[in-house]
């Protein structure tokens, strides 16, 4: 079969038709390939075109096959201003003699896949979006962020963090963040806050899963275990057991613990177990079923910016519901995973 | 001068706040007139605005001895300058305060 498709450029669908019955095998089957990738852009601009209001994607304007990252990891050099630095590699660029700069570049790739792989999403912003990773940021810098452009990598103090690239489940999360950016958008204080961290978690931990060959099982379900220092070893938090990640975890497991007032990190312990409950009850891979019940949450338009923990938990079960059934195993677990944790839906 | 910081927030925001508590008669001169010409420029008692960007460190920064001043808070990168001092010591010698109790 031929690398290039010489239809796929702007046919008209009169003429695509007519080819698509030639009596020329070859042609025939090009045609036909030729319309089902053209469908397939017709589908993706009428579902962009339906997700506009409330959500910062733009409309689709240029058809992209998607699936190929495009990924720029520049070097900070200790700087601290949000600015990108130096490229110190490029998409398809050999890696360089700087652990942190490969790391980076070989996480980001693994959380494109994950998304492409998992949910056909191209990119951040679903359209392609280049992956900027910035490293060696500040002088032992203990934290990670994503400051709505770029994601940024401290090299850690030794005593809390260390290099944070090294951990491919900080990675995802520092992504995901981009990705609840463009979709739910949701604002970060109190539940929505709670909410748009536990996604990052959630999908960070899947990146981590898929990447190592774990499933729901043989997971840890520890977030930050590859970039804790001595002080807050063995890992940051635990979507199994939140609040036992480390002597000084401050997430509650349950509503019962809800921190009024706390980190957004704090009370994201509660969904980051109702999503490992499901997980963990289904069995099999997180992305094989709770990954896209809460993919289609995060993208789904009744979920506004500023959702509560019951309003969030209510779209997670419409979801399942919807795709799996009323009566379905995944419902079911939804359900139960809200009621452990005692989110009322 | 004594002046208390806390760092809370970041990828690591679940942990309690990080503290420390330096005396700027402990620093070089020019550090201290530094830091205290930055501490004037700060806005005391003001509440605090939205975090710029997930994942972002807040500074919280009062003076035991002046309580009427209340408690600038600070966005990490407004940490710079002469509150490089503040940062640096708070990195190297802050304590991670107790675990909040829970309800």
Known sequence: MSAHNHLRCILPPSLLDKLARSDDADLRAAALDAMALDNRFRIAR??????IGGRRAAPIT???IGGQVNRTIYDKHHDTSQTLGKVVRAEGQPAADDVAVTEGYDGLGE????YWSTFQRDSINGQGQSLLGCVHFGTDYPNA????HAMFFGDGDGRFLTRTTAGIDVIGHELTHGVTQYEANLVYSGQSGALNESISDVFGIQVKQRALGLNSETSDWLIGA???GPELAPALRSMKDPGQANPHDDQPADMDGYVDGGDVHTNSGIPNRAFYLVASKLGGNAWDAAGPIWYATLRDNRLNSTATFQEFARLTLANAQQTYGRQSAQAEAVSGAWDTVKVPL | ?????????GFAGNIPPLAAELDT???PAGDATRLEQALDALRWGATAGPAPHPD???YEIDVPDEPERGTAVVQEQQMSGGLDVLRNHLQEHGVIEPRRGRG
């Open chain 2, 1 to 9: 001068m004594r002046i208390r910081v806390r760092r809370a927030g």
């Open chain 2, 56 to 58: 972002a460190f807040r």
């Open chain 1, 46 to 51: 009428a579902e962009s075109a339906s997700r």
């Open chain 1, 111 to 114: 959380t494109y896949d994950y």
């Open chain 1, 62 to 64: 240029f058809a992209r």
């Open chain 1, 145 to 148: 962020f994503w400051d709505g």
């Open chain 1, 226 to 228: 590859d970039i804790v």
């Open chain 2, 25 to 27: 008669a402990q620093l």
